[in-house]
């Protein structure tokens, strides 16, 4: 009899032993392995981003010159910090072309933006006649001056039945650098 109750004593603490067991299992596994797991696999995404952010910055940094040399080109040839000469600029600039190409400007609606603290835009729409020829040539003389506009949308247009004559409308945007004065 005493061999029964030993048997069935050993049988609960092994049991016992095997439910705690799980239960430190399966606790371990929730509070240790998880955790630890996903802080594994978080580093290892930071180090491969951090990796990628390194290449990227030797590509900066061997491409440094050339990045400063158009930074500079862009400043020098940004719109002027005053809004009353950057509109002159503009301005001289669009009656030079109109005349080189022979083209009639009928228009020239600007137009202030305060984008940011850093820049402000200057947009103009430009109306303008003439035929095919002359306007290719003052559009190419908008695209290959070296004034900091950008051409925004071209709108063409027939003016006759024949469409000898076509009008022209233009809407550009000039940069001006809010830079500190030293």
Same mark, same amino acid.
């Given at each position: 009899?005493?061999?029964?109750? $030993? *048997? ?21 596994? !929730?509070?240790?392995? &998880? ?20 290449? *990227? =910055? ?14 500079? *080109? ?6 002027? &910090? ?6 002159? !600029? ?9 005349? &080189?190409?022979?083209?009639? $400007?009928?228009?020239?609606?600007? !137009? ?7 820049? %402000? ?11 095919? =020829? ?12 070296? %004034? ?16 000898? !004559?076509?009008?022209?409308?233009? *809407?550009?945007?000039?940069? $001006? ?6």
């Amino acid at each position: 009899m005493k061999e029964g109750r $030993v *048997q069935i004593k050993n049988r609960q603490q092994l049991l016992v032993i095997l439910a705690v067991t799980a239960i430190a299992l399966f606790a371990g596994d !929730q509070l240790v392995l &998880n955790p630890l797991t996903k802080a594994w696999n978080a580093r290892a995404t930071r180090i491969a981003d951090l990796r990628t952010k390194i290449t *990227q =910055g030797k590509t900066l940094l061997q491409r440094e010159q050339s990045i400063r040399g158009r930074w500079e *080109q862009m400043s020098r040839n940004a719109l002027p &910090n005053n809004t009353s000469a950057a509109e002159q !600029q503009v301005f001289k600039a669009i009656d030079l072309w109109a005349q &080189n190409s022979g083209v009639a $400007v009928s228009a020239v609606t600007p !137009q202030w933006k305060h984008d940011s603290d850093d820049y %402000m835009t200057f947009e103009c729409r430009v109306d303008a006649a003439g035929d095919l =020829g002359k306007l290719s040539r003052f559009l190419y003389s908008v695209e290959r001056d070296s %004034m900091a506009l950008k051409l925004e949308s071209i709108e063409l247009g027939a003016r006759d039945k024949d469409g000898q !004559q076509l009008s022209l409308g233009l *809407q550009l945007s000039g940069l $001006v650098l809010n830079t500190p004065t030293r």
